[in-house]
């Protein structure tokens, strides 16, 4: 299997799936995968798990990946910083 670029651009100006960034594809199947930060990202069902990510959700169409994404990650901030800001609040180092 060729492996897909990750460009810039619109899938439907398009000249081929490997013109465009493989998660813009709106007929893709994705999962929802987090990492230890509790990060989240969209990854595609045809490309192998990165190392340090678990999938949260999927496989599914990239719509419902999305709304996951936007329901279950609410904070931006990387767990680390979270933990660190709330221990700075309460007076430990």
């Known amino acids: 299997m060729p492996v897909q670029r990750f ?3 619109s899938w439907d100006q398009a000249q081929s799936e490997e013109d465009v960034n493989i998660l813009d594809n ?7 995968v987090v990492n230890d930060e509790g ?7 045809s490309l192998s798990l990165p190392a340090g990510w678990t999938v949260a959700h ?3 169409d ?9 329901t ?5 901030r990387p767990r680390s910083l979270v933990t660190h800001l709330e221990s700075a ?5």
């Open 26 to 32: 709106p007929d893709g199947r994705f999962f929802v």
């Open 89 to 93: 609040a309460r007076g430990v180092a």
């Open 62 to 70: 990239r719509a419902s990946c999305l709304d996951h994404v936007t």
């Open 72 to 76: 279950e990650w609410t904070d931006m």
């Open 7 to 9: 460009l810039v651009g």
């Open 39 to 45: 990060q989240h990202s969209l990854w595609p069902e």
């Open 58 to 60: 999927g496989p599914a």
